[in-house]
């Protein structure tokens, strides 16, 4: 699967294998449990994420992953993303330090 990424004006494709999504489960539901016991948003703290913020924390890891060349980090962080909000094809990645302002498209 393929997911394109926004940041600022900046745009590239990441192709994440349909074998390491497949592979990859185990992973994910780690992450999961994690921020089960909650994430930190910006300055909030959230106790019980929901399905799009956890994404929204995937997506932060994402940029940091692009940002100092992690490719497992990258793939991992965009897997989760692909696996948690199916048909997603595009995050634009706030870069602002504001991780609420991260969204993810359909098309």
Not at 31 to 36: A, F, G, I, R, V
Not at 37 to 52: A, C, F, K, L, S
Request: proline share 3%.
């Amino acid at each position: 699967m393929q997911l394109n990424i926004l940041v600022s004006d900046h745009s590239m494709n990441l192709e994440v294998p349909d074998r390491f999504l497949d592979q990859s489960g185990e992973a994910f539901e780690r992450l999961d449990h994690s921020m089960d016991e909650g994430v930190q948003m910006g300055r909030d703290w959230i106790e019980t994420p929901d399905t799009h913020q956890r994404c929204q924390v995937a997506a932060d890891k994402l940029l940091t992953a692009l940002e100092t060349d992690d490719e497992n980090l990258a793939l991992l962080s965009a897997g989760y993303i692909l696996s948690r909000l199916p048909g997603i094809k595009r995050v634009k990645i706030d870069d602002s330090g504001e991780i609420r302002g991260t969204r993810f498209d359909a098309g």
